[in-house]
């Protein structure tokens, strides 16, 4: 089982409509399923990156799903516990939601909140929150996870969209914003964000 890559990020892939990485360790190269906002956030092409992995094995296939950080991939693995959902949803919901906002919603029973995953209706998102609770255990007011160097990455993402609901802005303004910002200085991000809603 492949739990973690460091390496060469070689290259960025977009195929079948999900996005993928090539990444090259000690010459040979592995191709990584990720979100969109990760592929973003491991930076330009031929640094150095590190992913945690999780190897997904079924019969006549295997995919590496590559994340950031550890948390996001327990959140990847639980809800791949879940009747019913696949790699694809898991990574779709993970593609919305970090894991501080998935367990806040979870302790909320926001419904309407995991709706906002593509492909997930109000009948399968509240069946995923039982389900859900039952096997994802994450602070609520802590920080779940860090990034490789140990950095916290969506507490302050999550401050900043906290603000800017605060201000008035919509959902779906604030996670367009929200998409490819990286950092841990809530200050910095909400004046790019701010600063980027101002040009839409």
Same mark, same amino acid.
């Given at each position: 089982?492949?739990?973690?890559?460091?390496?060469?990020?070689l290259e960025?892939?977009?195929e079948?409509?999900?996005?993928e990485?090539?990444?090259?360790v000690?010459?040979?190269?592995?191709?990584v399923?990720?979100t969109?906002?990760?592929?973003?956030?491991?930076?330009?092409?031929?640094? *150095?990156?590190?992913?945690?992995v999780?190897?997904?094995?079924?019969?006549?296939? !295997?995919?590496?799903?590559g994340?950031?950080?550890?948390?996001?991939? @327990?959140?990847?693995?639980?809800?791949?516990?879940?009747?019913?959902v696949?790699?694809?949803?898991?990574?779709?919901?993970?593609?919305?939601h970090?894991?501080?906002?998935?367990?806040?919603?979870l302790?909320?029973?926001?419904?309407?909140?995991?709706?906002?995953?593509?492909?997930?209706?109000?009948?399968?998102?509240?069946?995923?929150l039982v389900?859900?609770k039952n @096997?994802?255990?994450?602070?609520?007011?802590?920080?779940?996870?860090?990034?490789?160097?140990?950095?916290?990455?969506? @507490?302050?993402?999550?401050?900043?969209? !906290?603000?800017?609901?605060?201000l008035?802005y919509? !959902?779906?303004?604030?996670r367009?914003?929200?998409?490819?910002?990286?950092?841990?200085?809530?200050?910095?991000?909400?004046? *790019?964000a701010? !600063?980027?809603?101002?040009?839409?």
């Amino acid at each position: 089982m492949i739990g973690s890559l460091r390496g060469l990020l070689l290259e960025r892939i977009e195929e079948s409509g999900r996005d993928e990485v090539l990444v090259d360790v000690a010459g040979v190269g592995y191709r990584v399923v990720v979100t969109p906002t990760t592929a973003l956030r491991l930076g330009e092409v031929g640094t *150095e990156v590190f992913v945690h992995v999780h190897h997904h094995i079924r019969e006549g296939d !295997q995919t590496l799903y590559g994340f950031m950080e550890r948390a996001e991939r @327990s959140c990847f693995e639980a809800l791949l516990s879940a009747h019913g959902v696949g790699p694809s949803l898991a990574l779709a919901v993970l593609g919305v939601h970090g894991p501080v906002e998935l367990a806040r919603l979870l302790a909320d029973d926001d419904v309407a909140a995991l709706c906002l995953v593509p492909g997930i209706g109000k009948k399968t998102a509240t069946r995923l929150l039982v389900e859900l609770k039952n @096997s994802l255990e994450l602070p609520i007011d802590g920080v779940p996870g860090a990034d490789s160097e140990g950095t916290p990455v969506h @507490s302050a993402l999550v401050e900043v969209q !906290q603000a800017l609901g605060g201000l008035g802005y919509s !959902q779906d303004e604030v996670r367009a914003v929200l998409a490819d910002l990286g950092g841990n200085d809530p200050a910095v991000l909400l004046r *790019e964000a701010l !600063q980027r809603l101002a040009r839409a």
